[in-house]
């Protein structure tokens, strides 16, 4: 099955400098990559997602950029704020089959210092 | 438009008794999910309802744990008896297109099992 790996586990950066969150999966099948941001004492929500037929994604200050070849992709944060801080997980999944399910990796604690 | 709505948003309850929680997916969405975090493990896809029927329910840990939707705006998950290793947050999601795409998460219930 699909196995999604995110490094590194934590990160912090300052705030306004760019932080760039890396994911990595296996299935080279997979064609459908969201990103959800949870905060504490919320649900994930998803923030931006890609699919295979495109290598990259903005939406204001988030970017997700996907390189096929190495199956990995990543979420590129500028200009950080604080209510940027949050835990980041990605994932992947055979996107549109009757049977597909999201694979999630394990997230990555973002931390914006003021 | 109301997202995905859980209740109760924390649970407290004794070791061996019947704990239930509720779900009601975003009106349209024909697929709903339970997912159970943790720490150690993350997100874990407990079981899955396609139009109301359950269609994969392989990540159910063990019968003390079953889940309905006797119709499209309305989930329930059980747990009979409860343990302490059941303690953890419970997540309902949604998905309008396919199980592998756009999942939408509700804020969660804290289950604590003492």
């Known amino acids: 099955g699909e196995n999604v790996e995110q490094h590194p586990s934590t990160l912090s950066v300052q705030e306004g400098d760019s932080a760039v969150i890396k994911c990595t999966y296996s299935d080279s099948a997979s064609n459908y990559f969201p990103w959800y941001k949870q905060e504490l004492g919320k649900g994930p929500q998803l923030i931006i997602d890609i699919r295979s037929n495109v290598g990259e994604k903005k939406d204001q200050r988030i970017a997700v950029t996907l390189n096929k070849t190495a199956k990995h992709f990543s979420l590129h944060i500028t200009e950080t704020q604080p209510e940027d801080s949050a835990v980041y997980f990605c994932?992947?999944?055979?996107?549109?089959?009757?049977?597909?399910?999201?694979?999630f990796g394990k997230g990555i604690t973002l931390s914006v210092r003021p | 438009d109301a997202g995905v709505i859980q209740s109760p948003r924390h649970e407290v309850t004794e070791m061996g008794q019947e704990v239930t929680l509720r779900c009601k997916p975003i009106s349209g969405h024909d697929y709903l999910f339970w997912y159970r975090q943790t720490m150690m493990r993350g997100l874990e896809l407990l079981i899955y309802?396609?139009?109301?029927?359950?269609?994969?329910d392989s990540g159910m840990p063990e019968d003390r744990f079953s889940a309905k939707m006797p119709n499209a705006s309305f989930s329930t998950l059980k747990i009979q008896p409860s343990e302490p290793r059941d303690s953890a947050v419970y997540f309902c999601a949604s998905s309008p297109f396919s199980p592998g795409i756009e999942q939408y998460f509700g804020p969660g219930t804290r289950l604590t099992v003492t």
């Open positions: 994932a992947a999944s055979i996107g549109g089959g009757a049977n597909s399910k999201l694979t």
């Open positions: 309802f396609n139009n109301n029927v359950p269609i994969d």
